[in-house]
């Protein structure tokens, strides 16, 4: 808990002004006391315990002359006490009797934040950031890291930019905004900001997470590699993190290297993740293995893409058609289920696969040339065009625009396309 100390020296008029006098300070205004506001201070600073200046101070605060520096002292102690509904009160009725007080604002603010009321905090603090003319970096600290939580971004780096003028020493400032740029699609200034704070620290876990995720989002897969790496060589990779790794190799067609980096993360979903990469490196046998060491939901899919591997289509089919009957959204296992009825000749199944995946953006190219390949072998030439057509627009080719001259030109029959 964030400690506020009692500060019985808060400003001490040597005149004994009058009771609710003020001075104007930096920031908003600041109580002055009376003789007998400042005698009750001072016999709460000579007290023996912290408790015994609280009760010295409570005592204080039922008297008529009680100012706000007796109730601002007093939350003091309460909210390091823990006792902070009643602090709140406290500052609360120190700002009342001097409003614009910037301390008792700002202490207010962070006591409501302790006792988890965020929203009240947030306006709270707001009037004391104002009354510091902008420029308390911790309460812009707090604002940033209220606005993340809230996943308002744009309202998180205003903050953060603001903390770093005032502050442009504190670390902690540089690395929220470096997240921030990340989440708000800044990949490149986000990258640039991750490699100067990482010059300062290199093992800064965090950042070099955030370094990463930027460089995929900029598909600087070797760029995302290194930093990646750099985690493993460090011992900072968690589960996600090797799992992470892991995906940018098998999106770079490394299947036996991400093999080796999920296996490592020791959870389910990446020894499922492990026997993936092996059965697209072609180590059928192997990823059936690692199959049966896990119980992650979509193992079913990389068992059949193994078993299609091998040649055995059709129990493949069978562990592909009990998955989609129970995940019917997974496109990628429905284009699977496709291509395994297409080695099967089961031409009309497969048809209706392909044509269910294409609805799928990552997929839609994939499933038309399973289409296609079905068109062929069933000689639907009106149906084979079309699917020709629709993968042009997506990807032409010179031999795919051929091919559909040619089938234009043709009353009746089609050929075999290689892709």
Not at 398 to 407: D, N, Q, R, S, T
Request: with cysteine; glycine share 6%.
């Amino acid at each position: 808990m964030k400690k506020f100390f009692a500060i019985f020296a808060v400003v001490f008029a040597a005149s004994w002004v009058g009771l609710g006098a003020v001075e104007e300070s930096v920031f908003g205004t600041a109580p002055s006391m009376n003789r007998r506001e400042a005698d009750a201070v001072k016999e709460a600073q000579e007290a023996k315990t912290p408790a015994e200046a609280e009760a010295e101070l409570l005592e204080a605060s039922k008297k008529s002359w009680a100012g706000s520096a007796v109730f601002f002292n007093l939350a003091n102690l309460q909210y390091n006490a823990g006792k902070i509904d009643d602090a709140v009160k406290s500052y609360k009725t120190a700002i009342e009797k001097t409003p614009k007080f910037f301390m008792a604002q700002r202490n207010l603010g962070f006591a409501l934040s302790s006792a988890g009321r965020e929203d009240e905090a947030f306006g709270e603090l707001v009037k004391a950031l104002a009354l510091s003319g902008g420029s308390d970096s911790e309460i812009l600290d707090w604002l940033t890291a209220y606005h993340i939580r809230r996943k308002d971004y744009s309202s998180a780096l205003a903050a953060c930019n603001q903390s770093i003028l005032y502050a442009p020493q504190k670390r902690d400032c540089r690395r929220a905004k470096a997240m921030i740029l990340y989440e708000l699609g800044d990949y490149a200034e986000s990258e640039r900001l991750c490699c100067e704070l990482l010059s300062e620290n290199a093992a800064d876990r965090d950042i070099l997470a955030v370094l990463a995720k930027s460089r995929i989002s900029l598909k600087d897969w070797a760029g995302a590699m290194s930093a990646l790496e750099i985690m493993r060589a460090l011992k900072l990779a968690d589960a996600r993190v090797l799992e992470l790794y892991g995906d940018v190799l098998c999106k770079n067609g490394l299947y036996a290297d991400a093999a080796k980096i999920y296996a490592e993360s020791k959870s389910d979903s990446g020894v499922s993740r492990a026997a993936w990469a092996l059965a697209n490196s072609g180590e059928y046998q192997k990823a059936l293995a690692a199959c049966s060491k896990s119980s992650a939901a979509d193992v079913a899919k990389v068992r059949a893409a193994a078993l299609a591997g091998l040649g055995r289509y059709a129990e493949a089919a069978a562990q592909l058609r009990a998955y989609v009957d129970s995940f019917p959204d997974d496109s990628s296992a429905v284009l699977m289920l496709g291509r395994a009825l297409a080695d099967m000749a089961d031409w009309q199944a497969a048809k209706i696969c392909f044509e269910r995946a294409e609805a799928d953006p990552e997929l839609g190219l994939s499933a038309l040339y399973g289409r296609l390949r079905v068109c062929v072998a069933l000689n639907e030439k009106a149906e084979a065009l079309d699917a020709a057509r629709k993968i042009s627009q997506i990807s032409p080719r010179a031999e795919l625009a051929a091919y559909i001259k040619y089938l234009e030109g043709q009353p009746d029959a089609v050929e075999k396309f290689s892709r």
